[in-house]
């Protein structure tokens, strides 16, 4: 299955904002979660309606609607309808094909992530895309499936540990974009070292295995490249971004997130240029080991099928061959092989083959 | 036959701005359609001369007006005349070999694009020209043949499916190339797909037609990203256009429209690059195999032609060879056999050759 | 001899300024052509004095004056400071080993281009200087040799096809360019199909003159895109210079002009990107056929010796070798050569060498 | 263990601002060193406790304060508010595997750089963060353990050496970072003279050991890049920055330091295509010696194998073969096996195999 | 020892404006010679000591003092004061290792640019550092050695040839920089027929010493590589600067150097492509001649192997052997040898590999 583009139901022709569901349905029912909060408060609550929702709009607290499954389209956009978005974030939310972008609207702005988990046994990787919209004192975040990495922020908000609920929505927005990147580098550096103890297999004795395995590391590379590139330049973008939805005092915050997405970048470039020089060593290898097949061939072919020409002309018929009479014509037929293979192995000596 | 540049049928000197159709004639006659609407009516006719067309100059109307066959270039040119175009739009429109483009004119913009089709059986894509004239309430469109991928969009016009009708000519501008572009992400995904699928080929037992199928592939990436890149570029180029032609409204639909160009255009990179990465396994699998079938030369080579020395050893026909007729000479002439032989297979098998 | 860096005759410490011909003298007179024109006269005269040229320097018609040959540093000098020139550009004339350029000076420009023709026997492409300076109603060209792609032109204005007597000489300096950029296209074309049809030949069963052809074209390739990509930058520039030597009319003309050296350009890179594919897969097929002389080898070879040793064995001359005698020995020998020679071709078929 | 990224002790949702050491712990104590000097004096202290520093925030006279060990969080943080710096800095500095960069905050830079060293035996690069901040009249650098490089530059402040005494913290702080650099060049250097050394080795006789320095190499010019391009990058920002914290009279000598950075920056871009350029020529050269090897055992099969095919005919024990009986059938015999041999060496002397 | 960068004496921590001479000692005494001239006069003198040159500091007329040798950092210092130049100026001047660079100060430019020479016998570019400042009416230069290729412009001052009397100093470090970047094109194409020539060796019979001239070219391009792209960079930046020091008449021929520094770099990389394309050949031509002795290899191996068998059946000694009874059993033996070297011949024919 092409991994790298996801199935979409209609080739083309949908009609534009128009949500059409784009992937693999990864929950069946859709749940939504509240967070409600400001220094002083904090309410947890899970709604079954839509319209439960509405009234978070235009409170002073700040309210994190997270919403887990994105297939059912008609509660999507009732959500976004709600919170007065264009039909176009619909659209987006609900095909998980999209990359990693932020787009301003008048009154909030929209950002597309990807959260990566990694498969250790099929040695893959998964994204799962995380859509966000930041409006005036409210989060809303869709995830297509329950079970997220943001339990730790939760707590946090619960617990009032750090600064989390002095600042506002831009704030939890940051925290969260940022948990997804730490995410990033936790994973690449589970990779990476995998792919730094592969080096020593390389110039041991690599086999097909080996071979297989630089395939799947890069693969996996490029993959979180495609993510990791396009977040990079929105959170660059949003660093230097206008807008009195991002708080003065949040921006320090962003510019320490883009400095962490650059350093997952590179570490993604760092590991994608090893895995080239990987191969390569790889393949010299392969040669060396080719050349040490063929000194052994050479050096037995050589030694032996002159000695076997020389036994087998002894082995003749002829009538008349005056050296199979003389009395010590067997000794000196051993002492000439024994020369002979003497000569050999010091030519291939001098050759520096042995 | 030079797939990447067309025939043209004079080296040089043509006079510019003088319409010289260039490309396959790819239908005999030349079809126009015209489909008149606004947010209450629709109208369609099919005219047979290309005066009838002028009356839709002015109209407060939506007026797309689609034209199949570009090589009578009298038509053509009388089309252009009649709505005011540039000689060098009818040149670019008769020419199907121009690179996918926009221009900006006074009173009109005008957009070059190629539509894909994928030929299945010679795992070919092949390309149309499209060109769009957009002008105040009208759009010109202009294909080499019959046929096309604008049936949905003619459908929701008449059913009035979403805000098409609610929109002007820009945005129809907007919906065609939306059409265009994801057919582009329709074919990758397919071509996606076989390339992801050639990778086990590959690890395992390919062959010449591998090597083909990855060089095919390559090709028609290729071909592929000659048409996306000029096309996301000038994609860009109208999403930040200031002219009174591209509503405000219809902006945020471009700015969609060129994420998904930039996706088919990151698509064919990652395709690419995965071609290329095959190639590389390809190679190294190669070279495997070598080593593999140089282990085997050499392992029965370095077993077989020391005994058969030996063998031919006692062939010899020396008159006084002791060792001939000791009664037991022959039952050890096999026990030095088998021991070189095993202490050959020792050796490959120290090697870890076996 | 360096093709790629004309033989200067001097190294270092020319006088700047001072004209020194550079290149291969290709012609042995220096002829000067003048077309003088307007929308009503045409006028053609061949002076034989640099003097006789001046009298065009102030008149209302359009002058075209072409000289062919730059050998003769004396005489391009007068016309340059008969018509005003910077020292510089005399330089520049008749050195001919001049990158693509264009230089503004107040009252002309200074064009360098380069005319490209292709030996089909010696499968080289040859390039020539052109220089052009385009003054205030004037256009005067210098050339290496007689004979050029310019005589449609001529023609055009004699006979006033298209629109060129009606417009000024920075057209008539545009019609000159798009012909010398039409005939890159024209001879990459010609070039693209050989390429193309290359193809074949790899997959099929190439050989070192295959490896010859790929060499070539990639340096014909490298010859044609230093002449073409400085010549796309200086068109760039010319179509957004703010210069009352080019009339607004003339300008969406540049701007295809552009269009076309873009191609131009793309379609080298394209061929240069299909010409370093090629090779890749020549090696590839290469090593593939390797492994396949390699299987027969080593098929023959595992086959053959083992059985040639068993032959051996059965030639020794022992005395006592019990089955020498058995009746049916012979009949056992062929059956146990052949069982072991089956035996090997099944490992061979199992290993899918077969 | 991944050398490219450390090892975090969470994966991810760590409090943004609270800061979390992030490395090796290679000091046990955190030690704390204090120069305070203008043009006439100079005093050193090494003061027990954080407090002793804060009385240097508002002197006229420059204070370096170096603090070795950052695992002590606390500590560092205490410093760090004492200072007035943002949380982040304190964030940035106990995490070792920042990416050299320079922050602007209101009242002070922020500064990461690495400082290299070389272990000699295990031909490995260390890199150990140095952290600045430099504000009004201070600068407080941070590093990971004691001993480093700035020696001189304290004798320079006591023994009034050059200019030091008589310029500001900025000064100090440039000449901190010119030590640094400096440091990059002095090691390039020393691993550039074995690099240029390998390339006779690749010429001779190359072997698995080579391959595996060149591997190595690579590694450490990609482990030394990571530090020097972001350096450069910042070096170049500082040298362009419009702070007052940066004096006129210190912009020379940060241009002269972004010229150092450059020249290490290129010259690691240097030796990484010498060492690609290295892989290359060792590939060329196993291939070579393969070629050698198989010429070798072409030549002794293609003269062997066919004499003892006719020294085995002579061998068969056919009933009626007349030449055995010839009494010159031997020397004849002889004669043959002698000319086919010539006439084998012969061949391989044409094709210069020889 | 490390051509690519220079010896350092002290590993870092000089003091910076401290000036330490970097490099070989090319001279052993420190000479100077002065040039005063204007449109009328021109005196010459050689003065002893640096007071002598101070007169020269505030005259009309142009004066150039040239000065060989730079090991003696106290003369240098000296001048550099004497003429009001920053501290960093004379550092820069004494370390021979500094990249090709400009500087404004307030009162003179400082240029530093790479003079090279050929050492036909050890095949290797020699560079020389060229050290300018450019004040009002003087130039002061700075060589490594005694010997340039400048006397060709002392000639032209002296007989007052062109228009270096006219003008002034800007003009002089123009036709300077114009020597040294013509000095490059001339290395350049007397390097670049070498690399054209090699090419046919490429495509005939190569050998190691083909693969050590490919790997020596590609250094001496790296290594010219180095010294032109700074130097192209800063007469770029020199052509478009805005000081008095430069006149409105000199900047057409900054223009002109810029094309000519252009035209250089892309000579570089040109060759240095071609180069690679060298090497790729190179290794195909391996393969492809590997592959050759491996069918010859092949060929012999499967015709006499199968043969030799059949020799070694009749070679056996059973008792029963009908065959060896047989009359004609030697000639059919004879036939049936002929016969498989037949069909083997046919096989190989067929196969296209004889």
Chains 1, 2, 3, 4, 5 share one sequence.
């Not at 220094?39 to 609550?45: D, I, K, L, N, Y």
């Not at 930041?134 to 809303?140: E, P, V």
């Not at 650059?262 to 393949?283: F, S």
Request: aromatic share 10%; net charge negative; proline share 4%.
């Amino acid at each position: 299955m092409a991994r790298f583009l996801k199935k979409k139901h209609a080739p083309a022709g949908n009609i534009p904002g128009e949500p059409v569901f784009v992937g693999e349905k990864k929950t069946d029912v859709t749940e939504m979660h509240v967070i409600d909060y400001d220094a002083e408060h904090v309410g947890e609550s899970r709604p079954g309606t839509v319209d439960a929702l509405f009234k978070y709009r235009k409170t002073d607290s700040v309210t994190w609607i997270n919403i887990n499954g994105v297939h059912d389209t008609e509660r999507i956009r009732a959500v976004a309808e709600g919170f007065g978005m264009h039909a176009l974030i619909t659209e987006d939310i609900v095909n998980t094909d999209q990359r990693p972008k932020m787009e301003e609207y008048d009154d909030h702005l929209f950002f597309v992530a990807k959260m990566i988990t990694y498969d250790t046994e099929a040695k893959r990787i998964h994204a799962e895309q995380l859509s966000m919209v930041l409006g005036h004192n409210f989060l809303i975040t869709f995830q297509e499936r329950p079970g997220d990495v943001f339990e730790t922020v939760r707590e946090r908000i619960r617990r009032k540990k750090g600064r989390i609920r002095e600042c506002g929505a831009d704030y939890l927005a940051y925290v969260l974009m940022d948990t997804v990147i730490d995410n990033y580098l936790f994973l690449m550096e589970h990779l990476g070292e995998q792919i730094e103890d592969l080096e020593e297999l390389l110039l041991g004795n690599p086999d097909r295995n080996t071979l297989g395995a630089i395939n799947d590391f890069k693969h996996e590379m490029n993959y979180l490249r495609k993510s990791i590139r396009p977040a990079k330049e929105f959170i660059l973008h949003l660093s230097r971004l206008d807008s009195d939805l991002i708080q003065t005092k949040t921006r320090p915050f962003l510019k320490d997130l883009l400095d962490i997405a650059t350093q997952a970048l590179e570490a993604v470039d760092t590991y994608r240029t090893m895995l080239n020089d990987h191969l390569e060593i790889y393949n010299s290898n392969i040669s060396n080991r080719l050349n040490e097949i063929m000194k052994v061939l050479t050096i037995f072919s050589a030694i032996f099928i002159p000695l076997t020409f020389i036994a087998g002309i002894y082995g003749a018929n002829f009538v008349h061959m005056p050296e199979l009479n003389w009395p010590y014509a067997y000794p000196v037929f051993w002492g000439v092989l024994i020369t002979v293979a003497l000569v050999m192995l010091r030519f291939f000596k001098r050759k520096n083959w042995l």
